[in-house]
């Protein structure tokens, strides 16, 4: 099956795009890597009267350090992550993150802006974004306003984009020396969206923790302070400390009701907790 017609607009810089998208007074879409809109237009689960192509945007395609936090344009590429062509404040989480997604072809073009924006459960930048404490800027005709990647991503496949907006940059901030860091995910073969996703950031000298529970059925499941976890308090035996059990609870109030689907996900998140640890 192929994508049934629509009309298409590729501007040349940031402001013609959000004109456009202002202007539009039917179904539109915004075009990146096109990595996931692709597909989804040529099954025809999507069927957008305009496609703005925003991939001539240079303004989009930038990432610089301003201060205590890494500011990413939304048409930076997985690849330029993981080639490292993009100011590491991660020591190197992000890289490790961005290297791990699908396969290269898909890095080569998937867009950081792009996946964010899909709001996919399962998607990499969603879980580990919001573990790492990122805000995202969205812009329009109107203005700008700042977001949580949290509170950005509002459900599966749903943001909080309003009407002539587009997400314009990432802001991750600087990772603490002493903070560490833990990403896994469960795949049945390398490449495919994941059944299970667990992100930790823990700074034991700062006795914080910031744990992430991502490819649930909405939006991931963000413990601002995950000390629960770890007896109450975090400290440098936080491996140890921690408690499935408590784990194990804190998914089933949130929903998951399948013990099964909450095991997968706590020996995810007990492995990322062990690599955070390693």
């Not at 049934?4 to 179904?27: H, K, V």
């Not at 957008?48 to 610089?64: F, G, M, N």
């Not at 990413?72 to 961005?98: F, K, L, N, Y």
């Amino acid at each position: 099956m192929k994508a049934a017609a629509f009309a298409y607009q590729r501007p040349s810089d940031l402001n013609a795009a959000l004109t456009l998208l202002a202007e539009a007074d039917a179904t539109t879409k915004i075009m990146a890597g096109g990595q996931s809109l692709g597909p989804m237009l040529n099954l025809r689960l999507i069927e957008p009267d305009l496609i703005i192509d925003i991939t001539a945007l240079a303004e989009l395609k930038q990432a610089e350090r301003r201060g205590d936090e890494l500011v990413i344009g939304s048409c930076v590429t997985h690849g330029d992550i993981e080639d490292e062509r993009v100011p590491d404040v991660t020591r190197g989480a992000m890289r490790r993150v961005g290297a791990a997604i699908a396969y290269r072809a898909v890095r080569n073009r998937g867009t950081i802006g792009g996946s964010l924006s899909h709001a996919d459960p399962a998607a990499d930048w969603v879980s580990a974004l919001s573990a790492l404490g990122a805000k995202v800027t969205l812009r329009s005709l109107a203005g700008v306003r700042d977001l949580a990647v949290e509170a950005f991503v509002t459900g599966a496949l749903e943001s909080a984009l309003q009407h002539g907006e587009i997400l314009e940059a990432v802001r991750v901030p600087v990772m603490r020396p002493s903070a560490r860091w833990g990403y896994v995910k469960a795949c049945r073969k390398p490449g495919e969206f994941a059944h299970a996703i667990a992100a930790v950031r823990i700074d034991p000298e700062a006795m914080t923790s910031r744990v992430v529970i991502g490819a649930v059925d909405g939006a991931p499941i963000v413990l601002g302070d995950a000390a629960a976890l770890f007896g109450g308090k975090v400290t440098g035996d936080f491996k140890r400390q921690f408690d499935v059990r408590v784990a194990d609870a804190i998914l089933a109030q949130a929903g998951l009701a399948n013990a099964a689907d909450r095991h997968i996900h706590v020996a995810v998140l007990r492995r990322a907790v062990g690599e955070a640890a390693a």
